[in-house]
């Protein structure tokens, strides 16, 4: 089942340029606020992960750039998960805006598991019941 997780963001002064459009760069920190919000609504926050002796660094990301948003827009960030294989997963996000519902920026993110000496972790084996959650959450 295909959990789809909704985070709003208030575009502030200092994200934007000197025409008062959003900064490419922020859209990227976007991405991670709505991942964040997705995990601790699933009950995973990064905190509860690095307390376990796990790290998520990111592998890869990507972004699309549709339309310009401005200073003061609402933009409402929806985050998935794509895949999942028990060691890395992946996220796609649509960022729209609230007002249009127009579509502003698509992306997609690659992240790993490690323990706390960078290695990989097998997460099926070492915490079960996350695998199944995290499973359970990819899109079919």
Known sequence: MTEIKTYRHKVQYYE???MGIVHHSNYIRWFEEARTDYLEQIGYSYKRLEEEGIISPVLEIEAKY???VHYGDFVDIEVKMTSFNGVKFY???TIK???TGEICTTGTSG???LDRQNRPVRLKKINPKLYELLESLVES
């Open 111 to 113: 992240h790993c598991l």
């Open 16 to 18: 934007t340029d000197a």
């Open 97 to 99: 805006d609230v007002k």
């Open 91 to 93: 996220f796609s996000y």
């Open 66 to 68: 549709k339309s310009s």
